[in-house]
Nanobody
Framework: QVQLVESGGGLVQAGGSLRLSCAAS????????MGWFRQTPGKEREVVAV????????YYADSVKGRFTISRDNAKNTVYLQMNSLKPEDTAVYYC?????????????????WGQGTQVTVSS
């Protein structure tokens, strides 16, 4: 079992920044591909960013390219999502997740463990 705990969400004005963290515990032996997803009411959960096991490769959804940065500190078993130039349409519950696949997976079905989510609200 792997436990994932997100933190860092909150209320911010448009144009502002937030940094989300996802701390992993449990059976974390062996680095895993990690992803950030988000979901708004009535919509499917969508991928935001994904990072490879060693952090050398990343994937970003088109909607966040150039504004969001995913990173990881394997010594701390933590993945981060730096969100800059936030827009009201970024408002969502943000989840981190891990997959056993050794690739930059973008489908929710590819991920095995999920955190409880953290709310990000961007006011206009």
């Amino acid at each position: 079992q792997v436990q994932l705990v997100e933190s860092g969400g909150g209320l911010v004005q448009a144009g502002g920044s937030l940094r989300l963290s996802c701390a992993a515990s449990g059976r974390t032996s062996g680095r895993k591909v990690m992803g950030w997803f988000r979901q708004t009411p009535g919509k499917e959960r969508e991928v935001v960013a994904v990072i490879s096991r060693n952090g050398g490769n990343t994937y970003y959804a088109d909607s966040v390219k150039g504004r969001f940065t995913i990173s990881r500190d394997n010594a701390k078993n933590t993945v981060y999502l730096q969100m800059n130039s936030l827009k009201p349409e970024d408002t969502a519950v943000y989840y981190c997740a891990t997959t056993v696949l050794n690739q930059l997976a973008v489908r929710t079905d590819d991920y095995n463990y999920w955190g409880q989510g953290t709310q990000v609200t961007v006011s206009s």
